[in-house]
Protein backbone atom coordinates (compact mmCIF):
# COMPACT_ATOMS: atom_id res chain seq x y z
CA UNK A 1 0.00 0.00 0.00
CA UNK A 2 1.57 3.24 -1.11
CA UNK A 3 1.04 5.89 1.93
CA UNK A 4 0.82 9.47 1.55
CA UNK A 5 3.32 10.10 4.58
CA UNK A 6 5.81 8.17 6.67
CA UNK A 7 4.40 10.09 9.85
CA UNK A 8 1.04 11.30 11.46
CA UNK A 9 1.16 12.91 14.74
CA UNK A 10 -2.07 12.61 15.95
CA UNK A 11 -2.65 14.65 19.18
CA UNK A 12 -0.75 17.77 17.70
CA UNK A 13 -3.25 20.25 19.71
CA UNK A 14 -1.87 19.19 23.22
CA UNK A 15 0.70 20.52 25.32
CA UNK A 16 3.40 17.11 24.34
CA UNK A 17 1.73 17.21 20.88
CA UNK A 18 3.22 20.43 20.07
CA UNK A 19 6.49 20.23 21.67
CA UNK A 20 6.35 16.76 19.57
CA UNK A 21 5.49 18.94 16.41
CA UNK A 22 8.21 21.39 17.20
CA UNK A 23 10.88 18.76 17.49
CA UNK A 24 9.88 16.99 14.24
CA UNK A 25 9.89 20.98 12.69
CA UNK A 26 12.88 21.93 14.18
CA UNK A 27 14.87 18.18 13.08
CA UNK A 28 13.13 17.55 10.00
CA UNK A 29 11.57 20.32 8.09
CA UNK A 30 8.86 19.70 6.02
CA UNK A 31 10.49 18.85 2.77
CA UNK A 32 12.87 16.57 3.71
CA UNK A 33 13.61 13.18 4.16
CA UNK A 34 10.14 12.34 6.34
CA UNK A 35 6.82 13.48 5.51
CA UNK A 36 5.12 14.26 8.00
CA UNK A 37 1.63 15.62 9.08
CA UNK A 38 -0.56 16.77 11.98
CA UNK A 39 -3.70 14.77 13.09
CA UNK A 40 -7.06 15.99 15.64
CA UNK A 41 -10.32 16.35 15.58
CA UNK A 42 -10.56 20.20 15.65
CA UNK A 43 -9.27 21.87 12.51
CA UNK A 44 -9.38 25.09 14.04
CA UNK A 45 -7.11 24.43 16.88
CA UNK A 46 -4.67 22.37 14.30
CA UNK A 47 -4.18 25.72 11.98
CA UNK A 48 -3.34 26.99 15.36
CA UNK A 49 -0.34 25.04 16.15
CA UNK A 50 0.59 25.56 12.22
CA UNK A 51 0.33 29.34 13.00
CA UNK A 52 2.46 28.84 16.31
CA UNK A 53 5.56 27.02 14.67
CA UNK A 54 4.91 29.60 11.58
CA UNK A 55 4.73 26.29 8.72
CA UNK A 56 2.13 24.98 6.69
CA UNK A 57 1.95 21.76 7.75
CA UNK A 58 -0.38 19.07 6.22
CA UNK A 59 -3.82 18.49 8.29
CA UNK A 60 -5.88 15.70 9.31
CA UNK A 61 -9.11 14.97 11.00
CA UNK A 62 -9.56 12.45 12.81
CA UNK A 63 -11.16 11.79 16.53
CA UNK A 64 -10.99 8.66 18.77
CA UNK A 65 -14.57 8.72 18.95
CA UNK A 66 -15.25 8.39 15.39
CA UNK A 67 -13.14 4.52 13.95
CA UNK A 68 -13.52 5.03 10.49
CA UNK A 69 -11.90 8.68 10.68
CA UNK A 70 -8.61 6.68 12.54
CA UNK A 71 -8.41 4.18 9.98
CA UNK A 72 -8.39 6.61 7.32
CA UNK A 73 -5.66 8.07 8.78
CA UNK A 74 -4.15 5.18 9.79
CA UNK A 75 -4.06 3.91 5.93
CA UNK A 76 -2.48 7.55 5.24
CA UNK A 77 0.77 6.75 6.81
CA UNK A 78 3.20 4.50 7.70
CA UNK A 79 3.53 5.62 11.16
CA UNK A 80 1.26 7.34 13.38
CA UNK A 81 2.62 8.76 16.58
CA UNK A 82 -0.25 9.75 19.35
CA UNK A 83 0.00 11.96 22.49
CA UNK A 84 -3.71 11.41 22.98
CA UNK A 85 -4.32 10.21 26.55
CA UNK A 86 -5.55 8.50 28.85
CA UNK A 87 -4.92 5.92 26.16
CA UNK A 88 -7.53 3.51 27.86
CA UNK A 89 -9.89 6.21 27.97
CA UNK A 90 -9.05 7.37 23.71
CA UNK A 91 -6.59 5.24 22.83
CA UNK A 92 -7.84 1.85 22.14
CA UNK A 93 -9.43 2.59 18.67
CA UNK A 94 -6.37 3.91 17.12
CA UNK A 95 -3.90 0.88 18.15
CA UNK A 96 -6.87 -1.54 16.36
CA UNK A 97 -7.17 1.04 13.16
CA UNK A 98 -2.76 0.78 13.01
CA UNK A 99 -2.99 -2.79 13.83
CA UNK A 100 -5.81 -3.55 11.27
CA UNK A 101 -3.77 -1.43 8.39
CA UNK A 102 -0.46 -3.08 8.60
CA UNK A 103 0.71 0.73 10.54
CA UNK A 104 3.39 1.49 12.96
CA UNK A 105 2.45 2.93 16.15
CA UNK A 106 4.04 4.41 19.16
CA UNK A 107 2.39 6.20 22.27
CA UNK A 108 3.76 7.83 25.73
CA UNK A 109 1.33 5.16 27.68
CA UNK A 110 2.53 4.10 30.76
CA UNK A 111 -0.82 2.18 31.61
CA UNK A 112 -0.24 -1.22 32.36
CA UNK A 113 -3.85 -2.58 32.28
CA UNK A 114 -4.37 -0.42 28.96
CA UNK A 115 -0.99 -2.29 27.53
CA UNK A 116 -1.99 -5.93 29.34
CA UNK A 117 -4.95 -5.38 27.08
CA UNK A 118 -4.00 -3.85 23.96
CA UNK A 119 -1.41 -7.06 24.07
CA UNK A 120 -4.55 -9.61 24.50
CA UNK A 121 -6.41 -8.40 21.82
CA UNK A 122 -4.27 -7.13 19.29
CA UNK A 123 -1.61 -9.00 18.79
CA UNK A 124 -2.27 -11.64 16.24
CA UNK A 125 -3.83 -9.41 14.16
CA UNK A 126 -0.61 -7.15 14.51
CA UNK A 127 1.27 -9.99 13.47
CA UNK A 128 -0.92 -10.55 10.38
CA UNK A 129 -0.44 -7.14 9.20
CA UNK A 130 3.12 -6.14 9.90
CA UNK A 131 2.22 -3.19 12.09
CA UNK A 132 4.81 -2.78 14.59
CA UNK A 133 2.90 -1.31 17.86
CA UNK A 134 5.02 0.19 20.41
CA UNK A 135 4.51 1.85 23.76
CA UNK A 136 6.12 3.88 26.22
CA UNK A 137 8.13 5.64 24.07
CA UNK A 138 9.30 8.49 26.70
CA UNK A 139 10.49 8.79 29.94
CA UNK A 140 8.47 6.13 30.92
CA UNK A 141 10.42 3.95 29.74
CA UNK A 142 13.12 4.53 27.54
CA UNK A 143 15.78 5.06 29.85
CA UNK A 144 15.11 2.00 31.69
CA UNK A 145 14.21 -0.20 28.62
CA UNK A 146 17.42 1.47 26.28
CA UNK A 147 19.28 1.77 29.81
CA UNK A 148 19.22 -1.94 30.70
CA UNK A 149 19.74 -3.14 27.18
CA UNK A 150 22.93 -0.62 26.32
CA UNK A 151 24.58 -2.09 29.78
CA UNK A 152 23.86 -5.58 29.53
CA UNK A 153 24.86 -5.16 25.35
CA UNK A 154 28.54 -3.78 27.49
CA UNK A 155 28.65 -6.54 29.78
CA UNK A 156 28.30 -8.93 26.65
CA UNK A 157 31.60 -7.38 25.04
CA UNK A 158 33.12 -6.57 28.08
CA UNK A 159 32.82 -9.81 30.08
CA UNK A 160 31.14 -12.30 27.63
CA UNK A 161 28.41 -12.93 29.95
CA UNK A 162 25.17 -10.68 31.08
CA UNK A 163 24.63 -8.93 34.12
CA UNK A 164 22.29 -11.58 36.77
CA UNK A 165 21.19 -8.39 38.00
CA UNK A 166 20.47 -4.33 36.96
CA UNK A 167 19.36 -1.67 39.25
CA UNK A 168 17.95 1.28 38.39
CA UNK A 169 18.66 4.27 40.26
CA UNK A 170 17.38 7.85 39.86
CA UNK A 171 20.45 10.11 41.15
CA UNK A 172 19.19 13.19 39.91
CA UNK A 173 16.53 14.91 38.24
CA UNK A 174 14.65 18.59 37.87
CA UNK A 175 11.28 18.86 36.29
CA UNK A 176 7.52 18.26 37.15
CA UNK A 177 5.39 15.26 36.49
CA UNK A 178 3.10 16.17 33.47
CA UNK A 179 -0.42 16.80 33.44
CA UNK A 180 -1.38 14.25 30.92
CA UNK A 181 0.83 11.72 32.93
CA UNK A 182 -1.21 12.65 36.54
CA UNK A 183 -4.49 11.51 34.26
CA UNK A 184 -3.31 8.50 32.99
CA UNK A 185 -1.92 7.99 36.52
CA UNK A 186 -5.81 8.88 38.12
CA UNK A 187 -7.55 6.94 35.10
CA UNK A 188 -5.82 3.73 36.05
CA UNK A 189 -5.88 4.06 39.81
CA UNK A 190 -10.44 4.58 38.85
CA UNK A 191 -10.06 1.53 36.89
CA UNK A 192 -8.20 -0.64 39.26
CA UNK A 193 -11.39 0.09 42.24
CA UNK A 194 -14.17 -0.53 39.84
CA UNK A 195 -12.61 -4.01 38.82
CA UNK A 196 -10.10 -5.70 41.72
CA UNK A 197 -8.83 -8.27 38.51
CA UNK A 198 -7.72 -4.75 36.48
CA UNK A 199 -5.53 -4.32 40.47
CA UNK A 200 -4.23 -7.49 40.41
CA UNK A 201 -2.56 -6.95 36.63
CA UNK A 202 -1.22 -4.07 37.81
CA UNK A 203 0.49 -5.24 41.08
CA UNK A 204 2.05 -8.69 38.89
CA UNK A 205 5.83 -7.53 38.40
CA UNK A 206 5.67 -9.47 35.40
CA UNK A 207 2.11 -8.04 34.47
CA UNK A 208 3.30 -7.56 30.82
CA UNK A 209 5.02 -11.16 29.99
CA UNK A 210 3.76 -12.45 26.58
CA UNK A 211 1.52 -15.49 26.89
CA UNK A 212 3.16 -18.97 28.42
CA UNK A 213 7.00 -16.94 28.95
CA UNK A 214 8.51 -18.02 32.34
CA UNK A 215 8.77 -15.79 35.21
CA UNK A 216 11.69 -14.45 36.56
CA UNK A 217 12.82 -14.07 40.87
CA UNK A 218 11.28 -10.65 41.00
CA UNK A 219 8.83 -10.10 43.69
CA UNK A 220 6.92 -6.57 44.81
CA UNK A 221 8.20 -3.18 43.86
CA UNK A 222 9.96 -1.28 46.80
CA UNK A 223 7.61 0.32 49.10
CA UNK A 224 10.26 1.83 51.95
CA UNK A 225 13.70 3.18 52.89
CA UNK A 226 16.51 0.35 51.78
CA UNK A 227 20.09 0.72 52.31
CA UNK A 228 22.10 -0.12 48.70
CA UNK A 229 25.18 -1.98 49.69
CA UNK A 230 26.30 -1.27 45.91
CA UNK A 231 25.82 2.31 45.62
CA UNK A 232 26.27 2.90 49.42
CA UNK A 233 23.43 5.14 50.26
CA UNK A 234 19.71 4.84 50.71
CA UNK A 235 17.08 4.32 48.78
CA UNK A 236 13.17 5.26 48.45
CA UNK A 237 10.27 4.07 45.85
CA UNK A 238 10.67 5.15 42.75
CA UNK A 239 6.83 5.81 41.60
CA UNK A 240 7.29 5.21 37.94
CA UNK A 241 8.99 1.22 38.73
CA UNK A 242 5.42 -0.52 38.91
CA UNK A 243 5.41 1.14 34.73
CA UNK A 244 9.45 1.21 33.73
CA UNK A 245 9.94 -2.98 35.53
CA UNK A 246 7.03 -4.77 33.87
CA UNK A 247 8.37 -3.12 30.55
CA UNK A 248 12.09 -3.87 30.68
CA UNK A 249 10.82 -7.54 32.23
CA UNK A 250 8.62 -7.82 28.86
CA UNK A 251 11.88 -6.29 26.70
CA UNK A 252 13.82 -9.39 27.84
CA UNK A 253 11.14 -12.16 27.46
CA UNK A 254 10.63 -10.47 23.76
CA UNK A 255 14.04 -11.16 22.79
CA UNK A 256 14.36 -14.60 24.02
CA UNK A 257 15.54 -14.33 27.66
CA UNK A 258 19.08 -13.43 26.20
CA UNK A 259 20.19 -12.53 29.97
CA UNK A 260 19.11 -15.46 31.24
CA UNK A 261 15.51 -16.58 32.88
CA UNK A 262 16.90 -15.84 36.76
CA UNK A 263 17.47 -12.31 35.55
CA UNK A 264 16.41 -9.62 38.07
CA UNK A 265 15.47 -5.65 37.55
CA UNK A 266 14.47 -3.05 40.34
CA UNK A 267 14.04 0.21 40.04
CA UNK A 268 14.84 3.13 43.52
CA UNK A 269 15.67 6.46 43.83
CA UNK A 270 18.94 7.05 45.45
CA UNK A 271 19.03 9.88 47.98
CA UNK A 272 22.21 12.22 47.79
CA UNK A 273 23.78 13.95 50.63
CA UNK A 274 24.78 10.87 52.97
CA UNK A 275 21.08 10.93 53.88
CA UNK A 276 20.70 8.34 56.80
CA UNK A 277 17.85 5.78 58.33
CA UNK A 278 15.70 8.29 59.72
CA UNK A 279 15.63 10.79 56.75
CA UNK A 280 15.16 8.23 53.83
CA UNK A 281 12.52 6.46 56.14
CA UNK A 282 10.94 9.93 56.40
CA UNK A 283 10.80 10.21 52.46
CA UNK A 284 9.68 6.65 51.71
CA UNK A 285 6.64 7.17 53.92
CA UNK A 286 6.28 10.65 52.08
CA UNK A 287 6.27 8.33 48.89
CA UNK A 288 3.81 5.87 50.51
CA UNK A 289 1.40 8.69 51.63
CA UNK A 290 0.89 10.18 48.47
CA UNK A 291 0.06 7.06 46.99
CA UNK A 292 -2.23 6.49 49.60
CA UNK A 293 -3.92 9.96 49.18
CA UNK A 294 -4.48 9.34 45.52
CA UNK A 295 -6.17 5.78 46.27
CA UNK A 296 -9.25 7.70 48.08
CA UNK A 297 -11.57 8.70 45.71
CA UNK A 298 -12.80 11.82 47.53
CA UNK A 299 -9.08 13.08 48.12
CA UNK A 300 -8.32 11.89 44.47
CA UNK A 301 -11.00 14.03 43.03
CA UNK A 302 -10.52 17.08 45.55
CA UNK A 303 -6.65 16.63 44.12
CA UNK A 304 -7.72 17.18 40.31
CA UNK A 305 -8.48 20.60 40.86
CA UNK A 306 -4.99 21.71 41.39
CA UNK A 307 -2.89 19.40 39.99
CA UNK A 308 -1.56 20.16 36.67
CA UNK A 309 -3.80 19.10 33.88
CA UNK A 310 -4.12 17.97 30.45
CA UNK A 311 -2.69 20.57 28.21
CA UNK A 312 -0.89 22.31 30.59
CA UNK A 313 2.82 22.24 31.26
CA UNK A 314 6.23 24.37 32.08
CA UNK A 315 7.54 27.25 30.09
CA UNK A 316 10.38 26.94 27.62
CA UNK A 317 12.85 28.25 29.90
CA UNK A 318 11.44 25.82 32.73
CA UNK A 319 11.60 22.45 30.12
CA UNK A 320 15.44 24.04 29.45
CA UNK A 321 16.35 24.04 32.40
CA UNK A 322 15.39 20.85 33.20
CA UNK A 323 17.13 17.40 33.12
CA UNK A 324 17.63 13.68 34.53
CA UNK A 325 20.51 11.46 35.70
CA UNK A 326 19.55 7.74 35.74
CA UNK A 327 22.49 5.44 37.47
CA UNK A 328 22.10 1.87 36.25
CA UNK A 329 24.43 -0.89 38.33
CA UNK A 330 25.00 -4.60 36.09
CA UNK A 331 25.81 -6.65 38.62
CA UNK A 332 28.17 -9.86 37.11
CA UNK A 333 27.08 -13.40 38.05
CA UNK A 334 30.16 -14.53 39.71
CA UNK A 335 32.69 -12.21 40.45
CA UNK A 336 31.48 -8.62 41.50
CA UNK A 337 34.90 -6.60 40.59
CA UNK A 338 33.45 -7.00 37.04
CA UNK A 339 30.66 -5.59 37.88
CA UNK A 340 29.75 -2.69 35.58
CA UNK A 341 28.04 0.79 35.67
CA UNK A 342 26.53 3.24 33.25
CA UNK A 343 24.74 6.50 33.13
CA UNK A 344 21.91 7.38 31.50
CA UNK A 345 20.91 11.40 31.19
CA UNK A 346 18.45 13.99 29.24
CA UNK A 347 19.21 17.62 28.69
CA UNK A 348 15.63 18.71 29.30
CA UNK A 349 12.80 18.13 31.76
CA UNK A 350 11.84 14.62 31.54
CA UNK A 351 8.17 15.23 31.53
CA UNK A 352 8.05 17.48 28.91
CA UNK A 353 11.06 18.60 26.66
CA UNK A 354 12.70 15.08 26.61
CA UNK A 355 9.54 13.34 26.72
CA UNK A 356 9.01 14.80 23.43
CA UNK A 357 12.31 14.69 21.86
CA UNK A 358 12.22 10.84 22.66
CA UNK A 359 8.44 10.09 21.14
CA UNK A 360 9.48 12.06 18.37
CA UNK A 361 12.58 10.22 17.08
CA UNK A 362 11.10 7.02 18.60
CA UNK A 363 8.57 8.01 15.36
CA UNK A 364 11.28 8.68 12.70
CA UNK A 365 12.60 5.54 13.77
CA UNK A 366 10.03 3.56 12.61
CA UNK A 367 9.42 5.36 10.14
CA UNK A 368 12.91 5.67 8.44
CA UNK A 369 14.89 3.32 9.64
CA UNK A 370 15.40 -0.57 9.33
CA UNK A 371 15.85 -3.39 11.73
CA UNK A 372 14.39 -6.94 12.18
CA UNK A 373 10.71 -6.85 13.73
CA UNK A 374 8.25 -8.38 13.06
CA UNK A 375 4.63 -6.88 13.36
CA UNK A 376 3.74 -6.76 16.58
CA UNK A 377 3.07 -5.07 20.02
CA UNK A 378 6.64 -4.54 20.85
CA UNK A 379 8.54 -2.62 23.65
CA UNK A 380 11.25 -0.16 22.52
CA UNK A 381 14.01 -2.05 23.53
CA UNK A 382 12.97 -5.57 21.83
CA UNK A 383 11.93 -3.21 18.57
CA UNK A 384 14.40 -0.53 17.68
CA UNK A 385 17.56 -0.74 20.42
CA UNK A 386 20.29 0.12 18.36
CA UNK A 387 18.79 2.72 15.78
CA UNK A 388 17.05 4.21 18.34
CA UNK A 389 19.72 4.50 21.02
CA UNK A 390 21.47 6.18 17.79
CA UNK A 391 19.07 8.66 16.51
CA UNK A 392 18.12 9.41 21.03
CA UNK A 393 21.71 10.43 21.30
CA UNK A 394 22.12 12.33 18.35
CA UNK A 395 18.99 14.22 18.30
CA UNK A 396 17.25 13.94 21.67
CA UNK A 397 19.52 15.48 23.95
CA UNK A 398 19.99 11.38 25.72
CA UNK A 399 23.24 10.56 26.51
CA UNK A 400 23.88 6.81 27.18
CA UNK A 401 27.62 6.53 29.28
CA UNK A 402 29.61 3.43 30.90
CA UNK A 403 31.27 4.60 33.89
CA UNK A 404 34.64 3.83 35.55
Not at 383 to 396: G, H, I, S, T
Request: aromatic share 8%; proline share 5%; glycine share 10%.
Amino acid sequence: MTRKYDLVLMGATGFTGKLVAQHLLHRYGLDGELRWAIAGRNREKLDDVCGELGEDIPVLLADSADQNSLLEMAQASKVVCSTVGPYALYGSGLVEACSESGTHYCDLTGEVQWMRRMIDTHQATAQDSGARIVHNCGFDCIPSDLGCWFLQQAMLREHGVAASHIKYRVEDVRGAMSGGTLASAINMLEETARDPALKKIVNDPYALLPAGAPRGPDGPDQTRAVFDKDFKGWTIPFPMAPINTRVVRRSHALMGFPWGENFAYDEAILLGGNKGRLAAGMAAAATQAGSGFMAIKPLRNAAKRWLPQPGEGPSQRQREKGYFKILLHARHPQDPVKSMRARVSGDMDPGYGSTAKMLGESAACLALDKFECAGGLWTPASAMAEPLLERLQKYAGLSFELLE
